[in-house]
């Protein structure tokens, strides 16, 4: 069974542009979520999608957002990139909205210049 | 939201030592993980584990929901074993995962 898979793996972006990050979950789970881990502060929950429906979003400004195709993959848009925005974007999926373990992929590495 | 602390910051052990490294949480939990983000920053499940115990290898856990804390065992470590130890906690209708600040485990020969 192919586990969570993210594309690209890294990436190099100057001030100002926009990014998009994508993320296939785990055959048959339906909710994705985005997580943010930047040097020294941590994971951050940013954003969960289940069933094509934005569900929840954490303490992130609106330039970050996103979409849940129908085959339940995901985009991560960054528009307005800042030198902050530097971090290993992970992506998990999981079977049950509530309870399921959250399964990660191997995360895009974002660097800003 | 639910708060998780993790103890201790840094560990370092000699090959084929035993360790332990505990996880508290401010409230009960339906979801408890582990996981073991290794150099290349992969961020590997150990255990999914919001009650009981569980056994993989050389490595165990127990979480204890109702005193709100959980332990991850290490026997016999290797220099692989190195790397940073995240438990993770998701409590009441709350959809993410809060994540603890991480165990920082350094495996010598």
């Known amino acids: 069974e192919a586990g969570v898979t993210q594309s690209p793996t890294h990436l190099i972006k100057t001030r100002g542009q926009q990014v998009t990050l994508r993320c296939s979950p785990i055959?048959?789970?339906?909710?994705v979520y985005w997580y943010q881990q930047a040097l020294g502060l941590g994971l951050q929950f940013l954003l969960w999608?289940?069933?094509?429906?934005?569900?929840n979003r954490g303490n992130f400004p609106p330039r970050f957002s996103g979409r849940q195709f129908p085959n339940y993959s995901s985009e991560l848009n960054v528009n307005a990139l800042e030198l902050e925005d530097s971090a290993l974007y992970l992506c998990?999926?999981?079977?049950?909205?509530?309870?399921?373990?959250?399964?990660f992929g191997d995360g895009t590495r974002l660097s800003i210049l | 939201g639910i708060q998780v602390e993790q103890s201790p910051p840094d560990l370092i052990l000699q090959e084929g030592a035993n360790s332990t490294l505990r996880c508290n949480f401010s409230?009960?939990?339906?979801?408890l993980q582990w996981f073991h983000q290794n150099p290349w920053g992969q961020l590997i499940n150990l255990f999914y584990?919001?009650?009981g115990t569980k056994q993989n290898g050389r490595l165990s856990a127990t979480t204890v929901a109702t005193e709100r804390y959980s332990l991850l065992y290490i026997s016999s470590s290797q220099t692989t074993d190195s790397g940073v130890y995240f438990c993770?906690?998701?409590?009441?209708?709350?959809?993410?995962?809060?994540f603890g600040t991480g165990t920082r485990l350094q495996v010598t020969l």
């Open positions: 998990a999926s999981s079977l049950l909205q509530a309870n399921g373990a959250q399964h």
């Open positions: 999608y289940d069933e094509g429906e934005e569900r």
């Open positions: 584990i919001p009650s």
């Open positions: 993770a906690a998701r409590g009441g209708t709350a959809s993410k995962l809060t």
């Open positions: 409230d009960s939990v339906n979801n």
């Open positions: 055959s048959g789970h339906t909710s």
